[in-house]
Each structure stands twice: as structure tokens, then as C-alpha cells.
């Protein structure tokens, strides 16, 4: 089972928009709604930004989004702030009952 | 509030063995299904194992098969990694989690615990 693949960096000013590709095959990504997302800042917990592909737990800012297209999840973060910069994966499972996640993406606000 | 606490980890020679443990708190362990995910030093997440809420079902990455073990202890609130023929490719933060009902995914984490593979 290969690693999703992200982008490896991604960067904005404060107040723009970034968003962050997500490329698996039909047997993960496109072939499920359970895509997630994951803020970590390195030495803390990872936090779960958006669940089933668009879903926001409650407390993330509505600033943050995804959505999917075919083997392809997005996550949009709009109006970046400071606080946005940190590593953020995606997931997915996959048809063994096993989880993938992407290579992680860097996100630097400029 | 729900936590998660690891413990366990530490320095180990390589084909050695390790538990590892998470104490969790602030929710109904005995119906979630938990996972431990691990950070290489300089590499993203990787997802290592999972299994049921009642234990019946585990899962595994390739990587660990046949030397990691799930399991959990619902009487005690405790999630386990037994980790055995360690390799150097094992060091890593290890990271318990909860997984969120009816979803694949983990709505809450742990701080991580270090193991470090090394003679």
C-alpha cells in the first residue's frame, strides 16, 4: 500500500487562500467518503480538522474545508492565519480495513 | 475532557521488545475502536494498527506483522502495543488514538511517547 501524495509545500500570505491536493487511487481516496484531515504541529497531538471527505468537528474554524473529486481529496484553508502554520496530512482508509496517510504538507504563512 | 496519555517507550536494542500503553479518560473507551500511529524522526505519519472496540478484530500495517500486537484492557481503560523484533525502522513517535464512532478516523490523540531502536 502506497502513502497518499500531498504536495510537499504549500505557502500563503495572511488572509489568502491555500489548498492542499490529496491524490490516491479507486481503492482509497476515490473509492470511499472517508477522507480526514490532520493538523500537526511538531511535539503536539495531530488534530482532526475535517472527517468524511467535508465534515468539520465541532471547534475548527469554518475557514477550513474539503471536498473530493475521483482519486483527488482537497483541503481549502481561506483567509490563512498565523496559527494556520503547521504539517497537515490526509487519510483514508482502505478495502482490508487498513489506513493510509498522505506525505504531509507544510503549510508556511508568509 | 478526554485524554490520552502514552507511556513506555524509551531506548531498546535492536530484536529487543517494548509495550507500549495508553491511558485514556473522559470518554466510553469500551465502545470506540482505537489505532497507534507513528512519526518517524523527519517523516510524516504512518499508520501502524488498529482494533475494535470489544478487541475481536486487529489490523495491521505489513511493516509490523507478526511483531506488533494490539490490544486493549476494557476493565482499565488501557490501550496496548506489544512490539517485539524490534527494528531501527521502528524509531518513532508512537501515537495513540481514539477513533471516532461510525467513521474512519481519530477525533482525538495522544502527546506520543518516543522509541528509540539503537544499539
Sequence with gaps: QSALTQPASVSGSLGQSITISCTGTSSDVGGYNYVSWYQHHPGKAPKLMIYEVSNRPSGVPDRFSGSKSGNTASLTISGLQAEDEADYYCSSNTPINTWLFGGGTKVTVL | QVQLVESGGGVVQPGRSLR????????????????????????????????????????????????????????????YLQMNSLRAEDTAIYYCSKGRSGSWCSDYWGQGTLVTVSS
Design chain 2, 20 to 79: 507500549l500503553s495508553c491511558a485514556v479518560s473522559g470518554f466510553s473507551f469500551s465502545t470506540h475502536g482505537m489505532h497507534w500511529v507513528r512519526q518517524a524522526p523527519g517523516k510524516g505519519l504512518e499508520w501502524v494498527a488498529a482494533i475494535s472496540y470489544d478487541g475481536n478484530d486487529k489490523y495491521y500495517v505489513d511493516s509490523v506483522k507478526g511483531r506488533f500486537t494490539v490490544s486493549r484492557d476494557n476493565s482499565k481503560n488501557i490501550l
